[in-house]
């Protein structure tokens, strides 16, 4: 793997808790500038990576490299070059805004004044509240103080553990919308996420599971992983629906996915349209008469799901 | 036959603020009914009015027919409830949270052993019985909560939030428990942050600053709206101008 000026290189990284395997032989690259999301469920290990590359946490094997430095031995050095957002809200609920961010930005030996310009695109809409105690904030206006607090010292790198979980539609969506204004100045942004349709906001993603990289690649590319073909299929009766594609003979997956099934056809060699059609006269035998059956490129969810297996095992 | 839920007019006000605003909706026994809304849009207060965990400034609410305000301890007898952030005791294995509950809920020992081994079985987690909830994946952990909600078989169920941070395939097997529940007549209250789930649901509501700005089937709000997607509506509603989410 080239090291080349990249702010981050991750290599045969293993951690584990007792009998938790938190990362299994993790290996990634963050690029210059690059925005890079860490997708994943709960219990993936994108906290655990977090802990690492920010010197928080040794790991039991491989190396982590952050802006040329390394994870054990340099911590010092890089502890005040990279900022970090932990998944718990982790201010001061009984200081002010403006007194929280004077705090951290004392912490690194700089002052808000200094650090303003960096932070400004997201602390400019919390700044009329600079009085108001942390704890009193919206969620939102948390989650952006959290941010400033992050980069007022002006990192080389930003690690944002899953800013979002919990967060509404809405709100994601705004959230997103900053980071690509900070992603315009140029620094590298590592984000951890649950939700695969913010995957789609990232430059390049490593899909995540049970402490091991399913795949990396730019959003776009991912789907081209998809094993099968894959069709769309709508109809009135979701439920029969879904019965139905599951007993197909030739069904490689069936899932809901919204007010639609994604339903994956384990012959490769037959053309999509033929499969398409065949499905359609194997729905109707069953009295779905009005289902739809369409080709469809395969997203981050279906290609997620088709990777990852058999979900979790309860261990006794 | 009544509505499982009732609610006319229910209002909360805190101080000068109004957190629910006078919101009026039925749910039919047996519904899968989906509370939507944008953080801060009054969610959270109008689910502790119906669970019967907070007094309403105005207006009523019936649950299970019975009023929330003057027969809370009937209420909450008849419903089940769980949300990811509180669930089950980490500490204790699944089956001891399974007759904690239980015993809660006011079931005799031989009910609690059981319904709790069906419960197991049906989830096919028997071999896990003895292990310490905080050791199970979240998945499994939010499946063995749904049903320890449905222990003492409620009429209504109340999940907040029930699939979050849990890996997609677990998600939709959680979606199938939620169609499999209300198929033998249990009424499904669920939040979500998921768009795809909503679509899910018999029907939605979505609130906005305290009112609900939409309320129907799927189908109909986004032939209503000409919105593609639950998703698109929700976006449209909860942000009626970009400018707005600034101050947020």
């Known amino acids: ?316 | 036959m009544s509505a499982a839920i009732d609610v006319r007019g229910l209002t909360r006000r805190f101080g000068a603020f109004t957190a629910v605003d006078a919101i009026s909706f039925d749910v039919r026994a047996g519904e899968v009914f989906g509370f939507l809304g944008a953080n801060g849009a009054g969610k959270t207060t109008a689910i502790k009015m119906l669970i019967g965990l907070l007094a309403p400034s105005a207006g009523e609410a019936r649950v299970a027919g019975f009023d929330v305000r003057t027969q809370a301890e009937e209420v909450r007898r008849r419903i089940g409830y769980m949300s990811q952030r509180f669930s089950l005791y980490d500490d204790l294995t699944a089956r001891e949270n399974i007759a904690l509950y239980g015993g809660i809920y006011g079931l005799s020992d031989a009910a609690i052993r059981e319904r709790g081994d069906a419960m197991l079985d049906r989830l096919r987690l028997g071999h896990a019985g003895a292990a310490r909830v905080g050791s199970l994946p979240l998945g499994w952990k939010q499946k063995l909560a749904f049903s320890v909600a449905l222990l003492h078989a409620p009429a209504i169920v109340f999940l907040d939030e029930p699939t979050g941070g849990v890996d997609p395939v677990t998600r939709r097997q959680f979606w199938e428990m939620i169609y499999a529940e209300a198929s033998r007549g249990t009424t499904v209250f669920v939040t979500t942050h998921y768009m795809d789930e909503a679509e899910y649901c018999d029907r939605v509501s979505i609130m906005v600053d305290g009112r609900i700005a939409a309320m129907g089937t799927p189908e109909a709000l986004k032939a209503d709206s000409g919105a593609a997607t639950l998703d698109e509506l929700f976006v449209r509603l909860a942000r009626p101008s970009s400018a707005a989410g600034a101050a947020r």
Not at chain 1, 115 to 134: L, S, V
Not at chain 1, 162 to 176: L, M, N
Not at chain 1, 192 to 220: F, H, K, N
Not at chain 1, 225 to 246: I, K, M, T, W, Y
């Open chain 1, 1 to 316: 793997m080239s090291t080349g000026g990249s702010p981050l290189v991750v290599e045969r990284l293993s951690k584990r808790f007792g009998e938790t395997v938190a990362l299994d032989d993790v290996s990634l690259e963050v690029r210059p500038g690059e925005l890079f999301g860490l997708v994943g469920p709960d219990g993936g290990g994108k906290t655990t990576l977090f802990r690492v590359v920010t010197t928080l946490l040794l790991p039991d094997a491989g190396t982590a490299t952050v802006l040329g430095l390394d994870a054990v031995r340099d911590l010092w050095a890089i502890r005040s070059r990279v900022g970090y957002m932990p998944g718990r809200f982790s201010l001061y609920p009984d200081l002010s805004v403006e007194e929280n961010l004077r705090f951290f930005a004392s912490v690194f030996g700089t002052s808000i004044e200094e650090g303003y310009a960096t932070i400004a695109p997201i602390y400019r809409q919390i700044e009329p509240f600079r009085d108001r105690r942390a704890g009193a904030l919206s969620g939102g206006m948390k989650q952006k103080l959290a941010l400033s607090c992050a980069l007022v010292h002006r990192p080389d790198i930003l690690f944002l553990d899953e800013p979002t979980t919990g967060v509404d539609a809405v709100s994601r969506r705004e959230f997103w919308d900053l980071l690509h204004e900070l992603r315009a100045s140029g620094l590298p942004i590592v984000v951890a996420t649950p939700y695969m349709d913010e995957a789609d906001r990232c430059d390049r993603v490593a899909l995540v599971q049970q402490g091991r990289v399913l795949a990396i690649d730019a959003p776009s590319e991912i789907g081209a992983r998809f094993p099968h073909p894959l069709f769309a299929v709508r109809g009135r009766d979701r439920f029969a629906l879904l019965q139905a594609l599951r007993d197909h003979p030739h069904a490689a997956s069936v899932f809901p996915f919204g007010d639609e099934l994604h339903y994956a056809d384990a012959r490769a060699q037959m053309a999509p349209s033929a499969i398409a059609e065949e499905v359609r006269a194997h729905l109707r035998t069953r009295g779905l008469d009005d289902a739809e059956v369409a080709p469809i490129r395969p997203g981050i969810e279906d290609t997620f799901m088709a990777l990852m297996g058999a979900p979790p095992e309860a261990a006794a």
